[in-house]
């Protein structure tokens, strides 16, 4: 098992970036798929990058691709999201979670954290 909080969000200007971190407990974080997904008000959750358990692998939504950057630090049980060229439409409450199958298997990350907002103003 695996508990995940994040840490990160923020109020950022359209065209500007963020930072968020997913930090996780207990000792097997580096056996863990995993991802970060995001829900705006009234939408459903959607997700948004993947990346393997060794960090050598990694999957992106269309809509973040060539702006956002998963990335993990397996000795310091963290997960990233670098978000750049932020756009209004990428407000939303991110949520990271871990999976214990395959990183691309979107539908089966069954730990998550609490999420953090992000607003991008126009």
């Known amino acids: 098992q695996v508990q995940l909080v994040e840490s990160g969000g923020g109020l950022v200007q359209a065209g500007g970036s963020l930072r968020l971190s997913c930090a996780a407990s207990?000792?097997?974080?580096?056996?863990?798929?995993m991802a970060w997904f995001r829900q705006a008000p009234g939408k459903e959750r959607e997700f948004v990058a993947a990346?393997?358990?060794?960090?050598?692998?990694?999957y992106y939504a269309d809509s973040v691709k060539g702006r956002f950057t998963i990335s993990r630090d397996n000795a310091k049980n963290t997960m990233y999201l670098q978000m750049n060229s932020l756009k209004p439409e990428d407000t939303a409450v991110y949520s990271c979670?871990?999976?214990?199958?395959?990183?691309?298997?979107?539908?089966?990350?069954?730990?998550w954290g609490q999420g953090t907002r992000v607003t991008v103003s126009s």
């Open positions: 207990g000792r097997t974080f580096g056996r863990f798929a």
């Open positions: 979670a871990a999976s214990n199958v395959a990183y691309y298997y979107i539908d089966n990350y069954n730990y």
């Open positions: 990346i393997s358990w060794s960090g050598g692998s990694t």
